[in-house]
Nanobody
């Protein structure tokens, strides 16, 4: 198991930006695919973005259509941290954002494919 701790959430006006960080424990971070999910009040958890292990296809990325072109996922293996840069935020981006680790190097989008989860960080976008 890897421990994940998110940070960087907060309140921002529509059109603004936030960068979420997810610090991971463990020496196997570089071999894991990482993902970001979000869950709005009363809704199911949904996929946002994922990044493969660098050793697998150079760390390719994948995004939900709703955030493509606005959000960017990246990772720093030396710091065992994954980031989610969120630009042009919209009120519908309001949710608790969760970082997740997949104990395989390949990207997945289903929450069930990820074995470790952070506690979540609240992002609120006001109109």
């Amino acid at each position: 198991q890897v421990q994940l701790v998110e940070s960087g959430g907060g309140l921002v006006q529509a059109g603004g930006s936030l960068r979420l960080s997810c610090a991971a424990s463990g020496r196997t971070f570089s071999s894991y695919a990482m993902g970001w999910f979000r869950q709005a009040l009363g809704k199911e958890r949904e996929f946002v973005a994922a990044i493969a292990a660098i050793s697998w296809s150079g760390g390719n990325t994948y995004y939900a259509d709703s955030v493509k072109g606005r959000f960017t996922i990246s990772r720093d293996n030396a710091k065992t941290t994954v980031y989610l840069q969120m630009n042009s935020l919209k009120p519908e981006d309001t949710a608790v954002y969760y970082c997740a680790a997949r104990h395989f190097p390949v990207i997945a989008t289903a929450p069930s494919a990820f074995g470790s989860w952070g506690q979540g960080t609240q992002v609120t976008v006001s109109s």
